[in-house]
């Protein structure tokens, strides 16, 4: 399966932005649509965003749409997160994950692979 790795955590103040990579190793990267997940202590795994492939669509949780953005870079086996205007309640361990399967990429469960987080520390 493809492997993961993301980078780009760290700690920053409300308000702040951070932009979280995520490299995948794999000749077959543009044929994988590529979500961005977080889990805050004591919570579930929740979805934040997801590019498909061939980057046809791109959709967001509400609570970071207009704040976030996913991209990706085909030829860099990359897909990003830009998120700015931080908050607090965006402090989470922060996922990315791949799947070449076609349904709700939303749901955690379609995800075939995942790399092993990133933290996110929003400051007040």
């Known amino acids: 399966q493809v492997q993961l790795v993301e980078s780009g955590g760290g700690l920053v103040q409300a308000g702040g932005s951070l932009r979280l990579s995520c490299a995948a190793s794999g000749r077959t990267f543009s044929s994988f649509s590529m979500g961005w997940f977080r889990q805050a202590p004591g919570k579930e795994r929740e979805f934040v965003a997801v590019?498909?492939?061939?980057?046809?669509?791109?959709y967001y949780a509400d609570s970071v749409k207009g704040r976030f953005t996913i991209s990706r870079d085909n030829a860099k086996n990359t897909v990003f997160l830009q998120m700015n205007s931080l908050k607090p309640e965006d402090t989470a361990v922060y996922y990315c994950?791949?799947?070449?399967?076609?349904?709700?990429?939303?749901?955690?469960?379609?995800?075939?692979?995942w790399g092993q987080g990133t933290q996110v520390t929003v400051s007040s």
């Open positions: 590019i498909s492939r061939e980057t046809v669509n791109t």
């Open positions: 994950a791949a799947t070449m399967r076609v349904g709700i990429l939303a749901a955690a469960r379609i995800y075939d692979a």
